[in-house]
C-alpha cells in the first residue's frame, strides 16, 4: 500500500518536461528495438533477464552464496558480452549507424512503386522456377546489409523480371550470389550472404536456401530462395523458411511483409499458419 502512494506521489510531481521525457525515450526504443531484433540478440536479451531476475529473487529469499555468485557473473558479463557476442554487436552498430532518418520515423516507399516491385519479382520467380534457375532475392528493410553488400557488384537499377531473369542466367557472372532490393530498386547483385547453422533446416537443402534462412536470422531482410534442383520457391523471414510456394502465395507474402501499413492482420494471420504445423494456407506446403 505504502508503495502504490510512493508511485502516486512521484505521477502528481511531474512536470510536463518529465512526460516529454518519457515520451521520447519510449519513442526512441519503438524505433531502435526493430533494428537489432534478431534471432540471436533476443535469446541474449532473455539470458540476461532471466540472470537480472534470478539475482534479484536469490537477494530477495536471502540466499547469499547464490546471490554472490550471480553478482559476480553480471559484474564480469559486460567483458564477456563484448568479447562473446561481438559479431552481433559490430552488426548492431552498423545498423543503427547506416539507418536513414526517414526509415527511422517512418517515413516508406508508397504502395504504388512497391506493388510494381512485387509484381517484377513474382514474374521473374515464376519463370526462373519453370526453368529451373536458381536465384536469391534479398529485400532489404531497416536493416540495410552494409556488410554484405560489399561483397557485391553494385547495380542500382530498376526492378525488371528481364532484369533479374539476366542476373541470375547460369553463364551470367553474378548468378552464384545474391541481389539485394533496397528502397525499390536493385542495389547490389553477386552478394555472399550469411549461411545458417540451424539444425532445423532439411540436409538435402543446399547453400542457397542456408543463405536465405542466414540472412534473415540476422537481419529483418525478407529472402526469396528459387531452387536449381527442382525450381520450389522458398521465402525466409525471421529464420522461419516456408517452400513450395505458389506465385500467388509469394506474391501475397511479399505484399504483408514489405507493404505493412496495410496488411497488419493479415500478416500476423499468414505466419500464425507457418507457425502452427496443423494449420496450411492454400498454395504453399510446410516442410
Avoid at 536471502?62 to 553480471?74: A, C, E, G, P
Avoid at 559486460?78 to 536513414?100: I, Y
Avoid at 553494385?154 to 548468378?175: M, T
Avoid at 529464420?239 to 497488419?264: D, I, N, S, Y
Wanted: glycine share 6%; with cysteine; charged share 20%.
Amino acid at each position: 500500500m505504502e508503495t502504490i502512494q510512493n508511485f502516486i506521489q512521484i505521477v502528481l510531481s511531474m512536470q510536463w518536461t518529465d512526460y516529454l521525457d518519457i515520451a521520447l525515450v519510449a519513442f526512441l526504443i519503438y524505433k531502435l528495438l526493430p533494428l537489432i531484433r534478431t534471432p540471436h540478440i533476443m535469446r541474449l536479451a532473455r539470458t540476461v533477464a532471466a540472470l537480472v531476475l534470478v539475482a534479484w529473487l536469490t537477494g530477495v529469499m536471502k540466499l547469499h552464496t547464490l546471490n554472490w555468485i550471480l553478482s559476480q557473473v553480471l559484474a564480469i558479463g559486460l567483458l564477456a558480452f563484448v568479447v562473446l557476442f561481438q559479431p552481433e554487436l559490430r552488426r548492431m552498430l552498423d545498423h543503427l549507424g547506416s539507418v536513414r532518418l526517414r526509415n527511422f520515423f517512418g517515413v516508406s516507399k508508397p504502395a504504388q512503386e512497391m506493388d510494381a516491385v512485387i509484381r517484377q519479382t513474382v514474374m521473374a520467380c515464376e519463370t526462373m522456377s519453370k526453368g529451373k534457375v536458381g536465384a536469391l532475392i534479398v529485400f532489404a528493410r531497416e536493416n540495410p546489409l552494409m556488410e554484405f553488400q560489399k561483397t557485391g557488384t553494385q547495380i542500382d537499377a530498376q526492378v525488371s523480371d528481364q532484369l533479374l531473369r539476366n542476373i541470375f542466367f547460369k553463364n551470367s557472372p553474378l548468378h552464384d550470389g545474391a541481389v539485394i532490393i533496397r528502397d525499390g530498386r536493385i542495389a547490389y547483385a553477386g552478394c555472399v550472404m550469411p549461411l545458417s547453422h540451424s539444425p532445423n533446416i532439411p540436409k538435402a537443402l543446399g547453400t542457397r536456401h542456408h543463405a536465405a534462412v542466414g540472412t534473415s536470422e540476422v537481419s529483418d531482410a525478407v529472402v526469396v530462395a528459387v531452387s536449381e534442383e527442382n525450381g520450389a520457391i522458398s521465402v525466409a523471414v525471421n529464420g522461419v523458411l516456408k517452400r513450395f510456394l505458389a506465385p500467388e502465395t509469394l506474391e501475397k507474402l511479399l505484399h504483408m511483409e514489405l507493404c505493412p501499413e496495410a496488411q497488419t492482420e493479415s500478416k500476423h494471420r499468414f505466419w500464425d499458419k507457418i507457425a502452427n504445423p496443423g494449420k496450411e494456407a492454400d498454395g504453399y506446403e510446410k516442410k
